[in-house]
């Protein structure tokens, strides 16, 4: 059935035919009809926000008009129960991003009718604690909007607190009790998020599958990075889940790929005819995948340390990007032929160099009479720490689309500005009639294309454009997209949609094994090499524009860093 | 170095100062006295020339706007190139001198501008705002006089006076305004003739004589008169006020005939006194600035050009419109209608500038070669590929709004089209089989003019039921808005933010308003600089023109004779309903009428 629910995240509105049972949504219920109807059928809404069309298409999905006769025995009647369980509750991710996330489904509606939240970690708290700590962090988001707060008193009411030790089956079994009387005889269906230290991983896989799993429904785990720190211990701790889980029950999240303009990734490639002729090495000079952060470890370096920002940043969100951007087109946007695609290109990638990469770290830096860290005076990280919190890297991907087009990769932390983007830089325009116009530098006149994902998310487009007036003079301007001014609703967090989707059993966003297996493939041997001969980083100070050395490995693949033209 | 002085754009400010002296700065030292250099001369000449051969020091660092204005810091290293170098190939005598002695001759030589017909319309509104527009931003020569000739009885300071008047329009708000007019309405004289009297055009030159003082003399002629009268005023001004020792050029505006034979006749009476090098047939919508960028979007961005064929384009649409209608002056029109007064120069320009191949270079000659390819590649223009309609009174708001035959100056069983909309195809690699679009209308809901070029459906689109059953609807498109408001705009396909997969149609947007801080000049002011350079690629060439009204005549002959009826909308509304089923047999929907519009 996860087939056919795999489809609901991706209309704007889900679970509809829960809907039509209760009186809970009451005002929705004249809508109820037209919504179900859209559930699969996406919709086009003009640049007004009006529907263009709203009349379902008979597409050629088979499977789709089924859909409405078939029962749903997961949750598309009352009698199931979802029951989220959050193991390591106390912990800061569950507490910044995984409640308020649940609370803003809650409030959007997106969650099935019956759900209980779980809490689960080592600490003894009673239900009410634990709903006294939700609550404190679930204003940061929706806290303004109506009815906040009565919706935010039901959302707690449903969530519980069970303490229990990670490794202790007896701690599930009780957890397993609670569990099945919340169900009260329902079908159920249960959602294990593992917010807890990788070590502890196989632990409480263990226990949650042995001793909590779902009798009558799914049982599905969410797994957050790192997801071991090379191929050996990736492959260990894959196999060691695979003993207690199948492929489909796991879903390793990185919420990289949850955010909206990732998502929209795909949209833009595959649904505008003006961009696939021009996706590829005879358009496409090369590729820019830039992350940077304005901080540094800020006292919170020991996990860190034993990373490092290509384990940390690269070799799963910008690769994982990188793998969206390039795929070839998929034979349809289901989540095993999308990754599909994105294991082909991993697979084509040539394996990456040591000289191909150039690693940094911060240092301490006194600016207006304040003076910053550096990396090494973070109290929790080794004084001789040689962990790089910056690394540039060009890659290639060895394909008929992308032979001899760099895909450059930036990550740092503590430069001067915070954000994430994509920049997609054209070629020269082959015998270009305005050359002359442009100076001695062509670069400057290539159109670029941006996706900004954060903050501020925007797409652009650069073109030379003439300037206005009497002259002919041309200068690059934006064709422009900025969110913030387009639409007005708030745009929801990656780890919104990521629950959303596992609930659903909607794959697209989780990393597959294989796919795994050759993200690490790639970066290991560097990895490896890096750390045998002791590399040291180039030092940069904090707040600054990152090492010189970045701009050295872009200029020998000819390549210049977009983000720092001066230009944006 | 005859294409430095030609191509130099002194209006694009003060940003290459520096880099101005560089050029002719040495040789000025060298070779005269200093003083007899007028720094500001050199500044407003070279200046745009630099700023056009290097323009992209500057550009860098502009994307806040400011445009121009903050760019004080030019990189020498970029080469000061010409633009154009095929204007040598036509400029005159004077132009192709050495740099030296351009800075030389420039205090030797003259620009006089005959506005012939001084007192009507056209002239008042645009001609004049145009010369103190050129003249504020330093394009003009250091010598230049600008005489008004017409019939009127009038003295130099009445035509000042008049002029005045009408030069507010544009630039009053500007520092020092008031004294640079003063300055400008100084150097304009009038003289009162005929305008078929040779005797009157002698007693003009005499008069230019004086004002040219033995300087290397360059005549302009601005033909804004009636077409009737065209090649008296060309004879006249030929044969008695030519310029001696420098060039004498003429501008004629539209119309030019009303068909094929009439145009022919027309060019052939002209050739007789003028060279066609001479003759500068102005067509203001090739002066508008998103009309010019066309090229430069085209030619200098790499996404576009690999779209630019049938192979990705839908269909092209080339949209005219005005929200008024002859509001009592419907005499001339009357006489043409929109087919010849929009559609087969304007509309037609603009889409043989966006249909022709890359062109050898960026000369005028090899533009108007590929142009002339276009049109002449054109597939005949049938009866049924055009609809017409005319604009009848309509009642709003308590107010009524005249008809087209209630204007008085109309005949009352006039059938003369206010509105037409036709259906074109050229018939080559690129664009076989892609619908080019037209419309021009009068008394409209809207006041604009737009290129817009729908692209293709997206094969085997992954997002297909996301669309609906109406794929048109999801189909990219790509807006360039001659007037007003000027923009660029794209229309993609996007999902809206959320946790669902909805998508719409977002724009990527280049607004000029947001964009560029600085007047748009206007078209006029272009033209006429262009003019004065001898750049002649936004002129109509004779073939071109020969080749437009072979595409139309025959059917404008055959509306005539047939007293085809047009069809009748309300004044302000969105014209006749035909133009939808002329677009819907050629599986196109109109884009500015669009729910998203």
Same mark, same amino acid.
């Given at each position: ?197 990788p ?26 990075k790192p997801f071991g720190r090379d191929s050996d211990s990736s492959r260990e701790l894959t ?50 995948f830039?992350f ?11 996990y860190f340390d034993n990373y490092g920002i290509i384990r940390d940043i690269m070799q799963n969100h910008l690769l994982q990007?990188l ?23 991993l697979?084509?990638m040539k394996p990456l160099q040591l000289e191909d990469v150039i690693v940094g770290q ?20 080794p004084?001789?720490s040689v962990t790089p919190t910056f690394a540039a890297a060009a890659l ?13 990769m930036k990550a740092g932390k ?46 652009? +487009? ?19 997209? +900025? ?32 796919e795994l297996h050759a993200a690490w493939t790639l970066f290991t041997p560097v990895l490896k090499e890096m750390e045998e001969k002791k590399i040291m980083p180039e ?10 050395g970045?701009?050295?490995l ?15 | ?40 001369? *050199? ?152 305008? $078929? ?272 059953? $109406? ?60 003019? *004065? ?65």
């Open positions: 059935m996860a087939i056919q629910l795999s489809h609901c995240s991706s209309s704007s509105t889900t679970f509809s035919s829960l809907h039509h049972e209760t009186s809970y949504f009451s005002k929705w219920v004249t809508e109820i009809h037209f919504r179900r109807q859209l559930r699969n059928h996406f919709e086009l809404k003009s640049a007004n926000g009006y529907p263009l069309n709203a009349v379902p298409m008979q597409d050629g999905s088979v499977a789709k008009p089924l859909e409405e006769e078939v029962p749903f025995p997961e949750f598309g009647e009352t009698n199931s129960m979802l029951s989220i369980t959050v193991v390591g509750a106390s912990g800061d991710l569950a507490k910044k991003k995984i409640f308020p996330a649940l609370f803003a489904l809650y409030y959007e509606d997106w969650l099935p009718e019956n759900f209980v939240v779980y809490g689960y970690a080592r600490t003894k708290m009673t239900d009410e604690e634990l709903r006294n700590m939700i609550s404190k962090t679930l204003t940061c988001r929706i806290d303004s909007r109506e009815n906040c707060q009565a919706k935010m008193e039901e959302f707690l009411k449903r969530c519980f607190y069970h303490s229990g030790q990670y490794n202790s089956p007896e701690d599930f079994l009780e957890l397993n009790c609670k569990l099945k009387e919340r169900e009260g005889g329902k079908l159920s269906n249960r959602l294990f998020y593992l917010s807890i230290p070590n502890i991983f196989v632990d409480v896989v263990r226990c949650a599958s042995t001793k909590a799993s779902s009798a009558t429904g799914w049982t599905r785990v969410i797994v957050e196999k060691c889940l695979m003993q207690y889980l199948t492929e489909d029950q796991i879903f390793r999240i990185d919420h990289y790929l949850g955010k909206e303009l990732v998502e929209n990734l795909s949209v833009l490639r595959f649904s505008n005819l003006v961009f696939e002729p021009l996706w590829s090495r005879n358009y496409i000079r090369n590729v820019q830039i940077s952060e304005d901080f540094g470890t800020e006292g919170r370096g020991g990007i793998a969206l951007f390039a795929m070839e087109t998929p034979v349809s946007l289901d989540a095993e032929d999308i990754r599909n695609e994105k294991v082909k290109v697979k084509s911060y240092k301490g830096h006194s600016k207006g009479g304040k003076s910053y860290p550096g990396y090494i005076d973070d109290p929790t990280v004084k001789d290639f991907i060895n394909n008929a689309r992308w032979d001899g087009v760099p895909f450059l503590a430069l001067h500005t915070k954000r994430a983007e994509i920049r997609v830089q054209f070629r020269h325009v082959p015998g270009n009639l305005y050359k002359r116009n442009f100076g001695t530098d062509l670069d400057k006149a290539t159109n670029e294309l941006v996706l900004r994902l954060q903050p501020d998310e925007a797409i652009y +487009l650069k073109i030379n454009n003439k300037v206005p007036g009497l002259g002919m003079r041309l200068d690059r301007s934006d064709l422009n997209l +900025l969110y913030r001014t387009r639409y007005t609703r708030e745009i929801p967090d990656a780890y919104e949609r990521l629950l959303l989707d596992a609930i659903e059993g909607e794959r697209r966003l989780f990393i597959r094994s294989d030092l940069y100070p904090y707040g600054s524009r990152g090492p010189v970045a701009h050295y872009a200029a020998k693949h000819d390549v210049r860093w977009g983000d720092l033209t001066g230009e944006d | 170095m005859a294409t430095i002085s030609s191509s130099t754009r002194c209006c694009s400010s003060s940003l290459a100062y520096s880099n101005s002296s560089y050029i002719g700065f040495h040789h000025h030292q060298k070779n005269v006295p200093f003083s007899l250099v007028s720094p500001n001369r *050199i500044g407003s000449k070279r200046v745009s020339l630099q700023s056009k051969s290097n323009p992209y020091s500057n550009v860098i660092i502009m994307q806040d706007g400011a445009v121009g204005t903050t760019a004080a810091t030019v990189e020498k290293k970029a080469p000061l190139k010409k633009l154009k170098d095929g204007l040598s190939s036509d400029t005159s005598p004077e132009e192709h001198k050495e740099p030296i002695e351009v800075g030389v001759n420039s205090d030797k030589s003259t620009v006089s501008i005959t506005v012939v017909g001084a007192s009507g319309d056209l002239a008042k509104k645009k001609i004049f705002p145009a010369l103190f527009a050129l003249y504020y931003e330093d394009c003009l020569p250091e010598h230049f006089t600008i005489f008004g000739y017409s019939r009127s009885k009038m003295t130099d300071a009445e035509l000042r006076n008049m002029v005045s008047r009408t030069l507010t329009c544009r630039i009053d708000k500007r520092e020092n305004c008031g004294e640079k007019m003063e300055q400008f309405l100084k150097r304009c004289f009038y003289q009162s003739g005929q305008y $078929d009297s040779q005797e009157n055009f002698m007693e003009l030159d005499k008069t230019l004589k004086e004002h040219e003082a033995g300087r290397v003399s360059n005549r302009l002629f601005y033909l804004s008169i009636p077409p009737n009268i065209f090649v008296d005023a060309v004879r006249c001004a030929s044969l008695s006020a030519s310029a001696s020792n420098g060039w004498t050029r003429v501008i004629v505006e539209k119309p030019f005939g009303r068909d094929s034979e009439s145009s022919a006749a027309l060019t052939r009476a002209l050739k007789q006194y003028l060279e066609e090098d001479q003759i500068f047939r102005i067509d203001h919508y090739l002066g508008k600035e998103l009309v010019e960028n066309l090229s430069v979007l085209r030619f200098s961005n790499l996404i576009f050009e690999p779209l630019w064929s049938r192979q990705y384009i839908r269909n092209v649409q080339l949209i005219f419109s005005e929200d008024f209608g002859t509001e009592g002056r419907g005499g001339y029109f009357d006489h043409y209608g929109i087919i010849r007064d929009i559609m087969q120069n304007h509309l037609l320009q603009i889409l043989a500038l966006f249909a022709m191949e890359t062109p050898v270079s960026l000369d005028a000659e090899d533009i108007r070669n590929e142009k002339v390819k276009v049109l002449r590649s054109m597939k005949p223009l049938r009866i049924d590929d055009v609809v017409v309609g005319q604009y009848k009174s309509h009642t709003k708001g308590g107010v009524i709004y005249p008809g087209y035959t209630d204007d008085k100056t109309v005949l009352k069983d006039s059938l003369t089209p206010t509105f037409a909309a036709a259906a074109l195809f050229i018939h080559n690699a690129r664009w076989d089989g892609v619908p080019f679009l037209m419309k021009a209308g009068k008394a409209l809901h809207n006041r604009r003019t737009e290129i817009r070029v729908q692209f293709r459906h997206v094969p085997g689109n992954l997002y297909n039921r996301n669309f609906g059953t $109406d794929l048109d609807q999801a189909t990219n498109e790509l807006v360039i808005r001659v007037q007003p408001d000027e923009a660029i705009y794209l229309k993609i396909n996007n999902k809206v933010p959320g946790l669902g997969m909805r998508l719409d149609r977002s724009n990527l947007n280049l607004l000029y308003k947001a964009r560029y801080s600085k007047e748009i000049p206007d078209a006029y002011e272009r033209l006429l600089l262009d003019a *004065i350079e001898g750049e002649r690629r936004l002129f109509i060439r004779s073939d071109e023109l020969d080749a437009a009204w072979s595409l139309f005549t025959p059917v404008l002959k055959e509306l005539e004779e047939k007293r085809t009826i047009p069809e009748y909308y309300p004044y302000g509304s969105r014209g006749p309903v035909g133009s939808h089923y002329l677009a819907a047999r050629n599986n196109v929907k109109w884009g500015d009428l669009g729910v998203d519009e």
